[in-house]
């Protein structure tokens, strides 16, 4: 039980919400999405979910290594025309890493500390953590002891700057698209926030029909006097495997884009593979024994007790996750638009919960380090998008 480290606060200030431009978090469905709580940690297991994030992103990078060095494309679920762009983002874009989230189990107490995925592609929960978070700490810090973990803005500044270093021929322009989904905008905002402070000097929102992309010379976005500015850095909150699979003619300019050196998107095309479930079986032969994973397999007959998860290689959202806890038939099932993909499966983790049933997930954001915590909950089995943020 957690209950014992919530400590319950006023909700946040209104015009506070406002100052910030977050109403949406806090408005319709999402009413209720925030919890008006915290959840306290001690010094030593924030020290534990900093040095395994640091050891499983290292061991993310070694998988995604040895599925290009021993081709292990159709094994992970990459199709053959995806390898070209992924073969070359993996021997030529490691060091472009820009963020990413690991989502966890336990980390509290008596409950171990399990990797259930790590949101590496694209990932969400940016303006929570690091404005949303930080607004409740200040109006609440008074009665509460310690300090946040939350570095997400100022390493996320570390990394724009470390970009532009490492690539000097580039000019500082960063144009940001998405498919134009409210929650996208407000990811991209941070984002912006922490690429203008590391100097870029010309950033831009564009839903993506409004991006021109031109296979001879980049990207590019139309201005009001009819004028066409170009763009050497794009950061897309959009999956590549939605460029991939919905958009394949875009998908083969921006592999002819990205291979010519036209424009370096955020990020990378290698992230297709962190962000895929399949990651997690390759990991775990990696290193079997190290405590934080989970074991993961192909093959369902590898858990003779039949106590696994079964997830679509490239799901999102909670989608089509099949949960079974030692019978044949699984306790419990999610619909989702993944259902024909191939799956994997993963041995259950144990959640900690509270005396309401909540189940809490703990994430970490990496960003080129581990730069901050939060934390979801949800009286489910399954932490999905009616999830709280405590």
Same mark, same amino acid.
Request: aromatic share 18%; proline share 3%.
């Given at each position: 039980m957690v209950d014992s480290r919530i400590v319950k606060s006023r909700p946040l200030d209104r015009g506070k919400i406002k100052e910030l431009d977050?109403?949406?978090?806090? =408005?319709? &469905? +999402?009413? =209720?999405?925030l919890a008006n709580a915290f959840l306290t940690f001690d010094f030593d297991e924030v020290k534990d979910f900093k040095s395994v994030a640091n050891d499983l992103h290292r061991l993310a990078i070694e998988a995604v290594?040895?599925?290009? %060095? =021993?081709?292990l494309w159709d094994e992970v679920g990459i199709p &053959?025309?995806? *390898? %070209?762009?992924?073969? $070359?983002? *993996?021997e030529n874009e490691l060091s472009d890493f820009l963020i990413g989230r690991f989502d966890f189990a336990g980390g509290m107490g008596e409950t171990p500390l399990k990797l259930i995925e790590y949101n590496s592609d694209t990932c969400s929960l940016l303006a929570e953590t690091s404005k949303i978070q930080e607004a409740y700490w200040v109006q609440e810090k008074s009665r509460l002891p310690g300090e946040p973990f939350n570095d997400l803005i100022p390493s996320l500044i570390d990394r724009f700057e470390d970009l532009l270093k490492r690539h000097p021929d580039k000019t500082a322009s960063l144009l940001i698209t998405t498919l134009g989904h409210e929650e996208d905008w407000i990811s991209g905002d941070i984002i912006a926030e922490a690429a203008e402070a590391a100097g870029f000097e010309? /950033?831009? !929102?564009?839903?993506?029909?409004?991006? /021109?992309f031109s296979e001879r010379e980049g990207v590019f976005v139309e201005t009001e006097a009819g004028e066409y500015v170009r763009f050497d850095f794009m950061?897309? /909150?959009?999956?590549?495997? !939605? !460029?991939? +699979?919905e958009e394949p003619e875009l $998908?083969? /300019?921006? =592999?002819?884009m990205v291979m010519d050196d036209m424009v370096l998107i955020l990020n990378p095309a $290698?992230?297709?593979l962190l962000q895929s479930k399949a990651l997690l079986k390759i990991m775990y032969d990696l290193a079997p024994e190290y405590p934080a994973l989970l074991k993961a397999s192909f093959n369902q007959n590898d858990f003779p007790n039949r106590k696994f998860v079964k997830k679509p290689l490239h799901g999102r959202m909670g989608e089509n996750i099949a949960m079974y806890d030692g019978n044949i038939e699984p306790v419990y099932s999610t619909e989702g638009d993944y259902g024909n993909q191939a799956v994997m499966y993963q041995e259950l983790a144990r959640f900690d919960i509270d005396i309401d049933g909540y189940r809490y997930q703990p994430s970490v954001f990496y960003t080129g380090e581990p730069s901050a915590l939060c934390v979801r909950r949800q009286d489910d089995l399954i932490i999905d998008d009616d999830a709280e943020f405590i």
């Open positions: 977050l109403n949406w978090l806090v =408005e319709g &469905e +999402n009413s =209720e999405y290594r040895k599925i290009n %060095r =021993e081709n &053959e025309r995806a *390898v %070209r762009l992924l073969r $070359y983002s *993996v010309d /950033i831009q !929102f564009k839903a993506l029909p409004d991006v /021109i950061y897309k /909150i959009i999956p590549w495997d !939605f !460029f991939l +699979n $998908y083969y /300019i921006l =592999e002819g $290698y992230t297709m």
